[in-house]
């Protein structure tokens, strides 16, 4: 049955001169002849060129003179017009999945300087895509509905900073927190959510509010915004905290600041204060961007509460990045705080004193704030897991891109904000909160539908053994068990096509629908021949 | 004079067309709104694409921006506009008026196909301003191969035609697609748009500016821009780090925090890309020694220092506070003071300078016609706290990327989300 089908395709193939760039560097007649007794094709041509718009006309007037049904285009880069094609595809009344580009330019033209040669190759690659198009299938892109409501997953500044730019009248955000209060800087996220369907426009929810029934709700993004957790430098035996008296953090110097009064623990005030930075930095492996500033600002505050208070920093390299920070600094260096490059601090209680041993120089003082390392907070594992995004770099949860993909992640409608993703400033939290915000606003329009990619992969039912090789390769969290019948099944709205499936299946269950087996093998025949 | 008369709260301005401009773009865009992306230069993409890689995780650079640039050319809700400058802006948040000149590219963008024929005839060379000079280019050319748009321009200020009045139609006669326009003519373009995005970017210093580091342009003393075009595969020398004589440096030092000083901040980035450096000059010069001169190491987040500690022992790392250059017959002398105050000298024959990031060219200029307010350093958004760090000081107009001060391409990609955020909560 589906062999008599591939025998009735008809393959129109045509070259593209690219003006001079492809006419030039190959004989294209030479290519025409060899391609044009292959099986199924049906007509060959040539065209000045392809993608001007008397080209895109012709294309699609072809596809209907001769009821073509598969389609070879050899002329550019897909990158630069596999769009345009597809496009004409469907002027000509063609499902755009049965075209195939070979790249006939970039790859052979441009970088192959001897026209024998790239004759040669030119044949091999036209002859691949033909072979290959052959088994193209129809595909259909899909649209599916959205909610465009939207879960924030911690009330701090990240998380506020997001709910803020998203709710709008048409649009409901729910703010989960699971402290009392809203503001903290770390919130940390417990296990709110047993259950979560998840998939971009269509998360289901369940929060448990304290002692009440727990709740659903639909929503079509979820932002996660829970925050860091310090360093404990309680496991650090060098710094002594927990153990010698007046060594404290700088959140609990800040804490004080708030009550109003910095005080040693016997109620007087401090006459000579070190600041130690990079606290757990070598454990950690990174350096955590905002200590540096605010050991500056805890001096400003021990400054101005005790003005003849004598404050000292202890450094390894000042990280004051950006336009204001050294401004800061300068002040609060001129404003007689010292600031004492060294590698290694020893902390030691010496007759109700501290002593600061640093690179073997010996400093006494009445007390040490400790600037603590920004980690990973304990919920970011189970976030993770909830959520399919996974973790990296320093336990942190991972961004799609580092650098130009920041907030979104490999899971679709999952966005991050903050230090869930690595230490940050305020500044920058606040500003990519408000990316993601931005992120969900453009893509999470209300009342406008969802187009989901076509190239898919998808799982056999009779093939797949539910031996669950396949979930673990999903970038995209896009394949699912199916305890009942003991099988994976793909979400075609997660997947991206990335195929990392079809390569680890080890029983050939799982097929990426325009790389299936057969393609390939049919493509590869003719390139490596 | 042409007037693109829409509903202003369906259109935004977005004024710079690097990394930052580019993201804003394509965010507006797909929440419908049609955007005009206005880029001063013939080409867009920014500095990034003048890299062969990107730090931390030495990803090809171009691989990184071209995807987004062809999805730019071929999104139908964007209009990128090319030589094209903001000339007058009036109205307020949800109605803006504006005014742009847009420069005539001579050369027709439906038509052109980019095959380049038309480089070869024209007979007026000169020194390559993408390039940072160190290649050349004719009248009439693409800043460097794989740029966007993927049609060359003319350069009115050198072509023959243009300045001596000479009827040189070489270019023309080459050109296979009747691409050559000579007729056209500037244009003052008319927009009526909701709200502005400015992501305008930055420079680096003119390290000229401080005799200290002996930079003239003939010395082997380089700036970083050089040194990313020297080991780009499509620079001028296709990859070769060489000296100005042709020949490979047996030695290198990397200087930090040239003009920070000078300009009151840390650039933020300079650290990271001398690492990158390290790597560069590695892999194309194995046995070459290295010296990385620093004040303070600057790494911040999760993944910076790890690839600081898979570099340094590559080499080998100086502190220093005071540093001068001096150079006589190719060789390059730094006089230094340690961090211990003792005075020092090394002998290279290569030495690299990380200038400062400053704002860039023309900013005073866009900040008086945009009505907003300049930080005394020159950088935009200086009143936003932490807590609206995109704001301009005037509503309806955002600010993203480098325009705030130097940071490293993911802040400004987060930061041009957040100002198309900004914007769609405003227009709705």
Redesign the interface.
């Known amino acids: 049955m589906e062999k008599r089908h591939i025998m009735d395709r008809k393959i129109g193939v045509y070259v593209c001169e690219?003006?001079?760039?492809i006419a030039d560097a190959l004989d294209i007649d030479r290519v025409i002849e060899a391609v044009s007794g292959m099986e199924n094709v049906a007509v060959v041509e040539r065209y000045k060129?392809m993608?001007s718009p008397d080209g895109k006309k012709y294309l699609a007037e072809q596809i209907k003179e001769h009821g073509l049904t598969h389609l070879v285009v050899g002329a550019c880069s897909p990158?630069?017009h596999e769009?345009t094609f597809m496009a004409v595809c469907e002027e000509g009344g063609m499902n755009p999945f049965l075209m195939q580009m070979a790249n006939l330019r970039e790859q052979i033209a441009w970088i192959t300087p001897d026209k024998e040669k790239a004759t040669e190759r030119a044949i091999r690659h036209m002859k691949a895509a033909i072979r290959r198009v052959r088994y193209h299938a129809p595909l259909e892109k899909k649209e599916i509905e959205c909610n465009p409501d939207v879960l924030v997953i911690g009330g701090g500044i990240a998380g506020m900073?997001a709910a803020l730019?998203?709710s709008?009248p048409d649009r409901k955000v729910f703010l989960v927190e699971k402290n009392e209060e809203l503001g903290g800087m770390v919130s940390r996220c417990e296990k709110l959510f047993p259950d979560m369907v998840k998939f971009f426009g269509n998360f289901v929810v369940t929060v448990r509010e304290k002692e009440s029934e727990p709740r659903e709700f639909k929503v079509g993004a979820v932002v996660v915004a829970t925050g860091a957790d310090l360093f404990d430098p309680g496991a650090l035996a060098e710094y002594g905290y927990g153990k010698i008296k007046n060594v404290v953090t700088a959140s609990e110097l800040e804490e004080m600041n708030l009550k109003g009064k910095i005080a040693l623990e016997d109620g007087k005030e401090p006459k000579s204060v070190g600041i130690i930075h990079c606290v757990g930095r070598k454990e950690k492996?990174?350096?955590?961007?905002v200590c540096c500033r605010v050991g500056i600002k805890i001096s400003r505050y021990l400054k101005e509460k005790i003005p003849g208070a004598s404050v000292t920093q202890f450094y390894q390299?000042?990280?004051?990045?950006?336009?204001?920070?050294?401004?800061f600094y300068?002040e609060t260096r001129n404003a007689g705080v010292e600031f004492v490059?060294t590698e290694a601090v020893k902390l030691s209680e010496s007759d109700k004193k501290i002593q600061i041993d640093h690179d073997g120089k010996l400093a006494t003082v009445d007390m040490v704030v400790l600037l603590p390392a920004i980690e990973a907070a304990e919920s970011t594992s189970e976030i993770s897991e909830m959520l399919g995004v996974k973790k990296g770099?320093?336990e942190?949860l991972t961004?799609e891109h580092?650098?130009?993909?920041?907030?979104t992640t490999t899971v679709e409608g999952v966005f991050l904000a903050g230090t869930v993703?690595?230490?940050?400033?305020?500044?920058?939290t606040?500003?990519?909160?408000?990316?993601?915000?931005?992120?969900i606003?453009?893509?999470l329009?209300p009342g406008r539908k969802l187009e989901t990619e076509a190239r898919t992969s998808k799982i056999s039912e009779s093939l797949c053994t539910g031996c669950r090789t396949c979930l673990t390769v999903c970038c995209y969290s896009a394949i699912e068990y199916d305890e009942s019948r003991g099988i994976c099944t793909v979400n075609e709205v997660l997947c991206k096509g990335c195929g990392n499936c079809a390569a680890a299946c080890p029983s050939g269950a799982a097929t990426h629908q325009q790389f299936t087996q057969i393609q390939i093998h049919r493509e590869m025949m003719e390139v490596l021949r | 004079m042409t007037e693109k008369k829409q509903k202003a709260k369906d259109q935004v301005l977005v004024v710079g067309a690097g990394?930052a401009g580019i993201?804003a773009s394509l965010?507006?865009a797909?929440?419908?709104k049609k955007v005009y992306l206005v880029e001063k230069e013939p080409l867009f993409g920014g500095k990034v694409i003048k890299f062969e890689e990107?730090f931390?995780?030495m990803?090809c650079s171009t691989c990184?921006a071209?995807?987004?640039q062809?999805e730019v050319l071929?999104n139908e809700k964007i209009e990128l506009l090319t030589l094209s400058k903001v000339k007058e802006i009036q109205g307020e948040a949800g109605n803006f008026t504006v005014k742009i000149e847009k420069k005539a590219r001579y050369v027709s963008l439906e038509d052109c196909?980019g095959?380049n024929?038309c480089f070869e005839p024209c007979p007026v060379s000169l020194p390559n301003g993408f390039e940072e000079n160190l290649g050349e280019r004719k009248a009439i050319y693409i800043p460097c191969p794989g740029a966007l748009p993927n049609a060359p321009s003319i350069d009115t200020e050198n072509c023959l035609r243009f300045t001596k009045g000479k009827d040189c139609q070489l270019c023309k006669e080459a050109c296979?697609?009747d691409a050559i326009d000579f007729d056209q003519k500037d244009e003052e373009v008319k927009l009526n748009v909701g709200a502005i995005i400015v992501a305008t970017g930055f420079d680096l210093m003119d390290p000229k500016q401080i005799s200290d580091f002996g930079y003239d342009g003939e010395a082997n003393v380089y700036t970083a821009l050089e040194i990313e075009r020297l080991y780009a595969s499509n620079g001028p020398t296709e990859g070769k780090i060489t000296l100005r004589n042709g020949k490979e440096p047996a030695s290198a030092a990397m200087i930090h925090c040239v003009g920070r000083k000078k300009v009151?901040?840390?650039?933020?980035?300079c650290c990271m890309y001398n690492f990158k450096f390290i790597h560069y000059l590695k892999e194309k010069l194995p046995e070459i020694t290295l010296y990385d001169f620093y004040s303070?190491?600057?790494?911040?987040?999760?993944?910076?220092?790890?690839f600081y500690?898979h570099l340094k022992d590559k080499a080998e790392s100086i502190r220093f506070q005071d540093l001068k250059i001096a150079h006589q017959n190719g060789q390059v002398r730094l006089n230094y003071k340690s961090?211990e105050d003792r005075d020092k000298k090394l002998d290279v024959d290569m030495a690299i300078l990380a200038p400062a990031v400053v704002p860039a060219e023309g900013a005073s200029e866009l900040a008086r016609i945009l009505g907003i307010e300049q930080?005394e350093?020159g950088?935009f958004g200086?009143q936003s706290s932490?807590?609206?760090?995109?704001e301009s000081g005037r509503e309806g107009i955002y600010l993203a990327g480098c325009v705030?001060?130097?940071?490293?391409?993911?802040?400004a990609?987060?930061?041009?989300?957040?100002?198309?955020?900004?914007v769609?909560?405003l227009l709705?």
């Open positions: 690219c003006g001079p760039n060129l993608c990158k630069q769009a900073s730019l998203l709008s492996g990174y350096c955590s961007e390299d000042l990280c004051i990045p950006g336009s204001v920070a050294q401004a300068e490059c770099k320093g942190f961004e580092e650098k130009i993909g920041p907030v993703s690595g230490p940050k400033t305020v500044r920058d606040v500003s990519q909160s408000e990316a993601a915000a931005g992120k606003l453009s893509s329009v | 990394m993201e965010t507006l797909a929440a419908d990107v931390a995780n990803e990184m071209a995807p987004k062809q071929q196909i095959c024929e296979m697609f009151g901040y840390c650039s933020a980035v303070d190491l600057c790494m911040p987040g999760k993944s910076y220092q790890p500690e961090l930080a350093n950088f200086f932490d807590r609206s760090p995109g705030l001060g130097p940071e490293d391409i993911g802040k990609i987060a930061q041009a989300d957040a100002a198309a955020g900004k769609l909560a709705g």
